[in-house]
């Protein structure tokens, strides 16, 4: 059904759209300041929103009255209308973010420019989002699975959806995990066990790729790097006070999470056990997540607060127009090891086997997931 391909094609765009406004947005916050709803990153996640129900919303209508009985019967039925379940998932997210605009510009002249960034017209927005992220990654993963010809295609399209809801993720997670003054502590590890490998997990067996959590992983790191150094190049100033910082340019987010070689991992992992029992492999992904986490992140973070790392390549030492100067900026925020603890090596071995555990756990709801994902085709 090219109909269905050409839709999917286009959650697939506007879905990236919200990405880069969303990034766009929080640089914006940092850089500029609290300001009105009509800005510019607000304009490209709105009409991305748009063009997601616009198509979304056609399809079903042409799904419903003008599909054949063979179309129809690949449909999802839903009050009476016929469409992909995607579509549906990525309509309902329109909705949210279309209907968080208004709410969001009322709550502005309502308590001001922003008071609070986690708000209810947020919330809603976030929502939102996350259901046309969903809905893309599910019409891509349909057409992976249904199509004969051109797997590789869509396959190549359904790791691209996954890796921009591994970046929605990471952007939800930023205050535990964004800077990297937050990689040796126990809160990182422990959320990044929570968060990550339950997509990672999916993505390793619903994928057609040989190597698709890698992809997936490749795919979000290129993308999160790829949008701080074009944004770090764009002129900004900021015009609320108080101006601590002065800046001239966009702030970019920092150096993404390291997620590309425990996401190897896991497909080494699901390639040479995945056959087996699902809860002997996500024990064996909990643990490896970790370790790999573990191995990659501590001395990734030294470097990044290093005078090394202090550059538009490795974006470190970029800070918000609010915050002052101070030796805080090239420190560790938290340790693995709580400061109250007599034995630090057993408080980290505590922590990171916390972590493990919390990995596990994802990883097997990422495999069970994975598992109803590799039979979608509607």
């Known amino acids: 059904m090219r109909s269905v391909a050409r839709t999917s094609i286009a959650v697939l765009i506007a879905s990236a759209l919200i990405v880069i406004g969303l990034i766009w947005d929080i640089s914006w916050h940092r850089s500029v300041g609290r300001d009105t709803f009509w800005t510019a990153p607000h304009l490209v996640e709105y009409v991305a929103a748009l063009i997601v129900g616009t198509t979304c919303g056609w399809l079903i209508l042409r799904s419903t009255f003008r599909g054949t009985d063979e179309e129809r019967g690949q449909m999802v039925r839903f009050w009476g209308f016929r469409g992909p379940l995607g579509a549906w998932a990525a309509v309902w997210g329109s909705l949210a973010m279309l209907v968080s605009a208004p709410f969001d510009d009322w709550w502005h002249n309502a308590y001001g420019l922003d008071v609070r960034i986690v708000s209810p017209p947020h919330i809603l927005l976030g929502i939102g989002m996350m259901?046309?992220?969903?809905?893309?990654?599910?019409?891509?993963?349909?057409?992976?699975?249904?199509?004969?010809?051109?797997?590789?295609?869509?396959?190549i399209f359904f790791a691209i959806s996954t890796a921009i809801l591994l970046l929605l993720r990471a952007t939800m997670t930023f205050e535990y995990t964004g800077f990297p003054n937050l990689w040796r502590g126990r809160p990182f590890y422990l959320i990044s066990a929570a968060v990550f490998p339950v997509l990672l997990a999916s993505v390793a067996r619903a994928g057609r790729l040989r190597w698709p959590a890698t992809a997936t992983a490749g795919l979000f790191m290129l993308a999160s790097l790829t949008l701080s150094w074009v944004l770090q190049q764009v002129p900004a100033t900021p015009r609320l006070a108080p101006i601590n910082n002065p800046i001239t340019h966009f702030v970019a987010a920092p150096f993404p999470v390291a997620l590309i070689v425990p996401a190897l991992l896991f497909d080494f992992l699901y390639q040479r056990f995945g056959s087996g029992r699902d809860w002997r492999l996500a024990l064996l992904l909990g643990a490896g997540f970790v370790l790999a986490f573990l191995a990659v992140s501590w001395?990734?973070?030294?470097?990044?607060?290093?005078?090394?790392?202090?550059?538009?390549?490795?974006?470190?030492?970029?800070?918000?127009?609010?915050?002052?100067?101070?030796?805080?900026?090239?420190?560790?925020?938290?340790?693995?090891?709580?400061?109250?603890?007599?034995?630090?090596?057993?408080?980290?071995?505590?922590?990171?086997?916390?972590?493990a555990l919390l990995g596990a756990a994802s990883s097997r709801i990422g495999l069970a997931l994975g598992g109803w994902m590799r039979k979608v085709q509607r």
């Open 131 to 155: 259901g046309i992220a969903v809905g893309a990654m599910l019409m891509t993963l349909a057409e992976q699975n249904r199509s004969a010809r051109n797997v590789k295609r869509f396959a």
């Open 299 to 355: 001395p990734l973070s030294g470097f990044l607060l290093s005078p090394a790392a202090r550059n538009g390549v490795f974006l470190a030492d970029q800070w918000d127009y609010i915050a002052g100067p101070g030796a805080y900026r090239h420190e560790f925020w938290e340790r693995l090891s709580s400061a109250r603890a007599q034995f630090p090596p057993a408080s980290i071995a505590k922590s990171l086997l916390l972590a």
